[in-house]
């Protein structure tokens, strides 16, 4: 029995796929309704008319979903749902010689600049982010340039420095990025198509990292620090009323930070931008009481102490106030960090158990300062 592909089905099966695969959903069917009505509502807003390729935006690239017009002959040949995806967890060993384009003191300052907010690179350590800037290089781009074009193959990831770049999907400019920003990470990611056109609207500047570097560090690096820390983060009390997919989102985004005996990890007063959870050591909270500022005797005392497992910091995330009290490394301590954006999006569901240890935070200090003020001011 011959059985044809309806035109358009492969493009919107392999957008809803691989969106799939980078938000990794714990219901697949309500994940499904959401993305699905999302899809309908943006063709029915619409005005060209039936036609066109219909968008999806997602981050760093945008997705082609969609296809209904009758001129699109074997339009699908061009992709394939079942692409292969690099598998992390083969070839454990680095077999390709590393990459190194030499920059100047100059230029590796103005890549540092252009990398510091990509998301992508917040989870790599100190070793492999120097790694990552050694392998990217520098191009520069002129007006009307194509740095990528939708349907090929995958070859660099890109992180702008400067410049004016449109997004182009079928002829049709559905975005811009704005001196900002990077794109091609999902082709590298998931072995599909570029799924957009990238144009230099200006003169800019731009660094590519190869795709062989790309997956070697990027890509390994999250699947290893998958495993290293998932058992960890299953057994955070916190963390345990969490769908496994939600713990494994926290693992994408955790950094970790070493601290050596006495040093200061968290000061109070200050404004809060993460929050930790202590992977080993002993973190001691202190705190000074505001009511008594002006007191000579005002010292800071010793209100509680975090081992393994345990974490600190959450309240001033919780409350949207300055740190409450200071914390200091006791002995040798690593900790891991979750900041305020990833602490917004991932754990909202834990803020009511937060919330609920305020209660137990003031009794501790009315035992020590004879008033909860502190805590609440």
Known sequence: MSIEI?????????????EVLRQRPS?????AVQYFTRLRDTRSQDVAGAGEKKIVMFDGEPMQTESNGDDDEDDDSDFELCAEA???DEDDEDTEPRVVHPKTD???CRLQEACRDILLFKTLDQEQFSQVLDAMF??????QEHVIDQGDDGDNFYVIERGVYDIVVSGKCVGQYDNKGSFGELALMYNTPRAATIIATQEGALWGLDRATFRRLIVKNNAKKRRMYESFIESVPLLKSLEATERMKIVDVLGAKQFSDGERIISQGDS???????????VKIMMKSKTKADHADNTEVEIARCSRGQYFGELALVTNKPRAASAYAVGSVKCLVIDIQAFERLLGSCKEIMKRNIAHYEEQLVALFGSSMDLRD
């Open 138 to 143: 520098e191009l520069l781009v002129k007006p």
């Open 272 to 282: 809060a931008d993460c929050f930790y959870i202590v992977e080993s050591g002993e």
């Open 86 to 88: 690099f598998n992390p």
């Open 106 to 108: 100059e230029q590796r």
């Open 27 to 31: 219901d697949l069917v309500d994940f």
């Open 6 to 18: 309806p035109v358009g089905l492969t493009e919107l099966l392999q957008g809803y796929t691989v």
